[in-house]
């Protein structure tokens, strides 16, 4: 239905145009569209489209910066948006959430974020390229039950398992489960690095985080 517009945001990522992404991000809020649906039909394709173009050495370094930024303006239009259509509800226990060290990737883990606190989780999001010892004190420090660590390269990814044996390693007074995800991350790595929970995208994240804490 909204095919035109959706080609429209795919195409502003692809030229890295900040302000068309900010006006179609707009234009889909005024029309009514699921946030998400606009963040996963429209905007994604072009960021999905110039990594791969990246990864054939047909598209450099310039094009997937920009690309990132135009993709940050979209999301940053769109996510108050998601959390106003997120209802209130009981909170369903406290999220620690991080890109790990190395990593700097943030746009995949702050949608995971705003989807779990729209869920009505607790999240404490902090951020990209954070030590795995921060991570696991943050953890301990707000009585978190879940930690959630994303990775987008697999040359950080090996960092998750740090996280899931920190964890293993701190005594903490309730178990705290580990939840991985991001572009490389798979259900097999999950279970090699014995992680509690994995999802591939935003929408899983919060059905795993669920019935990870028994919700
Ligand atoms: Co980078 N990058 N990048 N990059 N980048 C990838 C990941 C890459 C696959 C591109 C490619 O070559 N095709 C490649 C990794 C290759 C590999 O390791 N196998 C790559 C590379 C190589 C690099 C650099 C090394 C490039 C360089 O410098 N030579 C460099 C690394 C910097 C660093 O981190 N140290 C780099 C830098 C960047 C930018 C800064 C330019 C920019 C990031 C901007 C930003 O985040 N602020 C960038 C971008 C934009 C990408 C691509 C194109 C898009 C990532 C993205 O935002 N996707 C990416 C290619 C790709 O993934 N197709 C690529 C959209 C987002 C909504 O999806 O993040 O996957 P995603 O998140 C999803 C799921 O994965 C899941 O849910 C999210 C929503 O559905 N999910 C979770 C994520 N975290 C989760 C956590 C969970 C559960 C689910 O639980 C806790």
């Given amino acids: ?128 390229d954070v030590p795995i010892m921060d991570i696991v004190q943050k953890a301990r420090d707000v009585d978190a039950n879940l930690i959630g660590v994303s990775a987008l390269l697999t040359t950080t990814m090996v960092k998750q398992r740090d996280v899931v044996e920190a964890v293993a390693d701190m005594a903490f007074s309730e178990k705290v489960q580990v939840m991985v995800g991001g572009a490389p991350v798979t259900r097999a790595w999950m279970e090699e690095i014995g992680a509690d929970g994995f999802s591939e995208d935003a929408i899983g994240a919060i059905a795993v985080a669920k019935e990870l804490l028994g919700k």
């Avoid at 699921?34 to 598209?59: Q, R, W, Y």
């Avoid at 406290?94 to 974020?113: C, N, R, W, Y």
């Fill in 1 to 128: 239905m909204h095919e035109k517009l959706f080609k429209d945001m795919a195409q502003s990522i692809i030229d890295g145009d900040n302000d068309v992404a900010e006006a179609l991000a707009s234009q889909s809020i005024e029309l009514g569209i699921d946030p998400l649906e606009a963040i996963n039909k429209g905007f994604v394709v072009g960021v999905t489209h110039v990594g791969d173009e990246f990864s054939c050495g047909n598209a450099f370094l310039p094009e997937l910066v920009m690309a990132g930024e135009a993709m940050k303006v979209a999301i940053s239009i769109l996510e108050p948006e998601l959390t106003r259509l997120g209802t209130k509800r009981e909170v369903l226990g406290t999220v620690v959430i991080a890109t790990v060290e190395g990593d700097i990737h943030d746009i995949g883990k702050t949608l995971v974020a705003t989807m779990l606190a729209t869920a009505g989780f607790e999240v404490h999001d902090m951020g990209v």
